[in-house]
């Protein structure tokens, strides 16, 4: 199994920066990417970012194209989610996923909490 602990979330005014952590722990070997998602309330959720631990290619949601940057550090199994310029429809709960050699995201983290607000 794969365990992942997101943090950095916190309430921030429209225009600010905040930068999320997803720290991965356990059978890390069978993790070939990590993925940002997100889910606001009374909606579905949502993909973000993702990054390839191997590479470190990245695709990311047309929605934040621009604004939001995905790293990893990978001798710290570490994937941060650099938010820039945030608007109040960025807000939403923020999860971290694994995604295995199938394709397949299969170990999330807990989430948290990212609000926008002036």
């Known amino acids: 199994q794969v365990q992942l602990v997101e943090s950095g979330g916190g309430l921030v005014q429209p225009g600010d920066s905040l930068r999320l952590s997803c720290v991965a722990s356990g059978r890390t070997s069978s993790s070939y990417a990590v993925g940002w998602f997100r889910q606001a309330p009374g909606k579905e959720r949502e993909f973000v970012a993702d990054i390839w631990w191997a590479g470190g290619s990245t695709t990311y949601a047309d929605s934040v194209k621009g604004r939001f940057t995905i790293s990893r550090i990978f001798a710290k199994n570490t994937v941060y989610l650099q938010m820039n310029t945030l608007k109040p429809e960025d807000t939403a709960v923020y999860y971290c996923?694994?995604?295995?050699?199938?394709?397949?995201?299969?170990?999330w983290g807990q989430g948290t909490q990212v609000t926008v607000s002036s």
């Open positions: 996923a694994s995604k295995g050699r199938d394709g397949v995201y299969d170990y």
